[in-house]
């Protein structure tokens, strides 16, 4: 894949320190470059250099280094892993492997926000509380199905993991 060395160029709070492996996509094979960059913080992150180029990702994604309010709403959150991670349906389901929907949040992130989320379901307005994290990294794909499953085990006090 070509493209200029961006060895040592800032991208807002990120300097590109070197190329990691590229991202392939598993649905249509395409590769993209990705570069292992270092925030101001001191937190190392993987960004495909498309986004580095375009402004798309310009820290590392964690508390104010990422230039976002501290606590972005349920649905910014879940735009920021999509920007950052792609779309879900690139993945496999991180439960069953069939392919992914969704990203899901896995929980127990020290950032985690908690609060209410409008929504909307077979014509009824509703408002769930809900966990939410502003680190794409905090989030798996899976299906829908699973998804939900896990949603409902964290609601009900557990996740489903031996203790």
Known sequence: MSGRDLTGERFGSLTAQR?????????????????????????????????????????????????????????????????????????????????AEEWSYRGGSPDEIRGPVPGRSDGYDYVSICAWSPNPDDYDPRCVQDHRARDRRVAGGHDGRAA
């Open 19 to 99: 190329r990691a492996d590229d991202y392939v996509s598993p649905s249509t094979g395409r590769r993209q470059q990705r570069w292992v960059c270092v925030c101001d913080c001191g937190r190392t992150r993987v960004v495909r250099r498309s986004n580095l180029v375009s402004g798309g990702s310009t820290s590392c994604g964690i508390g104010a280094c990422r230039g976002y309010p501290d606590k972005p709403t349920y649905k910014a959150a879940h735009k920021r892993v999509q920007r950052a991670r792609g779309k879900a349906s690139d993945y496999r389901c991180v439960d069953c492997g069939e392919p």
